[in-house]
């Protein structure tokens, strides 16, 4: 399996079959408490949309701070950006 580390919150890991968007949780209570795990988020057949599926839950994530908003279409916009000239 191979892993693309996107930030400390997101990554999207391959295997043979698909993409997975893979999010970081780490345990708040009881024996999970303070370790890490990464949850799927979706499973996707493309590297496209895989960062829209990312694009979507880094806004979301940001959502109560409306003012990162612009800041972060920018970002994924960037990240888009070389992706679509393959």
């Given amino acids: 399996m191979k892993t693309l580390q996107i930030n400390q919150n997101y990554r999207i890991s ?3 079959i698909c993409l997975t968007v893979e999010q970081r949780r780490v345990g708040q209570k009881g024996k999970s408490a ?3 795990r990464w949850l799927p988020v979706a499973y996707c057949s493309n590297i496209e949309r ?3 599926v ?3 839950q880094i806004i979301l994530d940001e ?3 409306l ?3 612009q ?3 920018s970002e994924v916009r960037d990240i888009l950006k070389p992706l679509k000239q393959l």
């Fill in 14 to 16: 391959s295997d043979t």
């Fill in 34 to 36: 303070g370790k890490e």
């Fill in 50 to 52: 895989a960062f829209e």
């Fill in 54 to 56: 990312l694009g979507d």
């Fill in 63 to 65: 959502w109560p701070d």
């Fill in 67 to 69: 003012s990162k908003i």
């Fill in 71 to 73: 800041s972060l279409i």
